[in-house]
């Protein structure tokens, strides 16, 4: 097994020397047995909703779908061991953490989502599976472990600021995760002595699990597009509290942050955290593809380019961008640029459909920016030449990719096979996002002066039907006019 992946998936012998040394220079909590047992006595069991039980219904209905994604991993490895690690808390300063978030691999395949206990370790032994001819020993044992709750009669429940109940609240017990996601679960104490000596072991080190873990999630399940549907359904939120913030954020020398802020308290309220860094770029900063610092003013007359979504507590997240005026109407010339990466979008949704290549989505939106860029003089040669594989002059002006997958991460299946993602073809059940854009740097000297500091990108998340796309994402609106009406109506 790798080596980095054992260390990270058994923390039990770290977790000791962590817990006697780590901090103790900032607590003078007395450790005698007389305080222990006064500090652990006398505490009535914690309420059925604390911690993760209070998200049982989702759970369970996630349970069922993860239980038929573990099948197909054991029938892939079978005569394998097959080890998938959550990960441990990652430091951001000194003694705090970042606020956790599980491997998208176990999430997957176990459904537990933001309530995954730091340093869990799912285990699907398929070295029986399909070996024997008795039935009873075709089917794969799976075991998920994790550090449960220990109660109140320890040590750890006072005095451990990481993972103690008096610091961190409610954590569930082995009963109780069992349940819930109808998989046999076991302490991660005794993890060491599971895998030790184990052969045929293989986790996400190995290549070939990454890739297959990772291609599973390419067609969406039943759970996953209703999941999906929410993560939307959150953002639209999430960017109507961005227009109705905009008339604050107007002038501020930190507009753009009020923006930000705007978004991710939909994010909270509505999910469980944003699904990958804001970028809210007001006026030149939208050139900067990348722009996350978010420290620039909002003023009036520039555009906001505001690319966002909201990651639920099932760790699904939606992908949005919407270049929106700050005052409110768009002017001529970001007239006209809006609407050529308008069409380049359009074109895409119209050639989408289950059998054509993944590739042929950028190609159809480059082909529209070749176009217009050519028509507006900007190119040393004609748009048809541009195309060829060899010029791509016209990408001067759009550096980005057009649409990407999209699931439990923002670029999901991202270490899918070429063949099986971008060469691959479309399928009813995938879900990806349909998102040119057009940026004339400041300083770019081939940019005409009208376009200079414009930069537009509009980015929609859609669902591969039998016949075509569904737009998830068609509750924001993507025309000017209708975008100014929107807009309107919310700051009215």
């Given at each position: 097994m790798n080596d980095a992946n054992s260390k990270d998936a058994n923390p039990a012998a770290a977790d000791k020397a962590e817990f006697e040394g780590r901090n103790n220079n900032r607590s003078?909590?007395?450790?005698?047995?007389?305080?222990?047992?006064?500090?652990?006595?006398?505490?009535?069991?914690?309420?059925?909703?604390?911690?993760?039980?209070?998200?049982?219904?989702?759970?369970?209905?996630?349970?069922?779908?993860?239980?038929?994604?573990?099948?197909?991993?054991?029938?892939?490895?079978?005569?394998?061991?097959?080890?998938?690690?959550?990960?441990?808390?990652?430091?951001?300063?000194?003694?705090?953490?970042?606020?956790?978030?599980?491997?998208?691999a176990f999430a997957h395949l176990t459904g537990w989502?933001?309530?995954?206990?730091?340093?869990?370790?799912?285990?699907?032994?398929?070295r029986e599976a399909g070996v024997q001819g008795d039935e009873s020993h075709r089917q794969a044992t799976c075991t998920l472990f994790f550090r449960p709750s220990v109660g109140h009669g320890t040590k750890e429940f006072f005095?451990?600021?990481?993972?103690?109940?008096?610091?961190?609240?409610?954590?569930?017990?082995?009963?109780?995760?069992?349940d819930l996601l109808g998989i046999n679960t076991r302490d991660i104490a005794d993890f060491e002595t599971f895998i030790s000596g184990a052969d045929n072991v293989i986790d996400?080190?190995?290549?070939?699990?990454?890739?297959?873990?990772?291609?599973?999630?390419l067609v969406k399940d039943e759970f996953e597009i209703a999941e999906m549907r929410k993560a939307v359904?959150?953002?639209?939120?999430?960017?109507?509290?961005?227009?109705?913030?905009?008339?604050?954020?107007?002038?501020?020398?930190?507009?753009?942050?009020?923006?930000?802020?705007?978004?991710?308290?939909?994010?909270?309220?509505?999910?469980?955290?944003?699904?990958?860094?804001t970028i809210a770029a007001a006026g030149p900063n939208a050139c900067i593809l990348h722009w996350e610092v978010n420290n620039g003013p909002a003023n009036r007359g520039d555009l906001i380019l505001v690319d966002a979504g909201v990651e639920l507590d099932s760790l699904y997240t939606a992908d949005v961008t919407r270049t929106l005026p700050i005052s409110g109407t768009y002017s001529e010339a970001q007239r006209e640029v809006y609407n050529v990466v308008l069409e380049a979008a359009d074109a895409v949704f119209a050639v989408a459909k289950p059998g054509i290549k993944f590739r042929e989505l950028h190609a159809t939106a480059m082909a529209v920016i070749a176009k217009h860029t050519a028509a507006w003089g900007l190119l040393p040669i004609s748009a048809e030449e541009s195309m060829q594989p060899d010029k791509q002059f016209h990408r001067r002006f759009m550096v980005h990719g057009t649409s990407h997958h999209l699931g439990l991460d923002v670029h999901d299946c991202s270490q899918a096979r070429r063949e099986m993602s971008l060469d691959g073809e479309l399928k009813p059940g995938m879900i990806f996002t349909i998102e040119p854009g057009l940026y004339f740097h400041p300083n770019d000297q081939l940019a005409p002066d009208r376009f200079q500091g414009i930069?537009?990108?509009?980015?929609?998340?859609?669902?591969?039907?039998?016949?075509?796309?569904?737009?998830?994402?068609?509750?924001?609106?993507r025309k000017i006019e209708d975008i100014e009406k929107w807009m309107l109506s919310l700051q009215g």
């Open positions: 003078r909590t007395p450790t005698s047995e007389e305080f222990l047992a006064f500090i652990g006595g006398q505490w009535n069991d914690p309420a059925p909703s604390a911690g993760a039980v209070a998200l049982e219904p989702n759970l369970r209905e996630a349970a069922k779908f993860a239980a038929e994604r573990r099948a197909k991993v054991a029938q892939r490895f079978a005569g394998h061991l097959v080890v998938i690690a959550a990960g441990a808390l990652k430091t951001r300063s000194n003694d705090t953490e970042y606020r956790y978030r599980p491997h998208s989502g933001s309530a995954t206990q730091p340093d869990s370790v799912l285990v699907i032994d398929a005095a451990n600021p990481t993972i103690g109940e008096f610091w961190v609240g409610h954590r569930p017990n082995l009963e109780q995760i069992s996400l080190g190995f290549e070939e699990v990454l890739e297959f873990v990772s291609e599973l999630r359904a959150a953002s639209v939120k999430g960017f109507e509290n961005v227009v109705r913030a905009l008339p604050t954020a107007a002038g501020h020398a930190r507009g753009e942050r009020i923006v930000e802020t705007a978004f991710f308290s939909a994010a909270r309220v509505h999910g469980n955290d944003l699904g990958y860094d930069g537009i990108r509009i980015e929609d998340d859609v669902l591969v039907t039998e016949t075509g796309v569904e737009n998830l994402t068609a509750a924001l609106p």
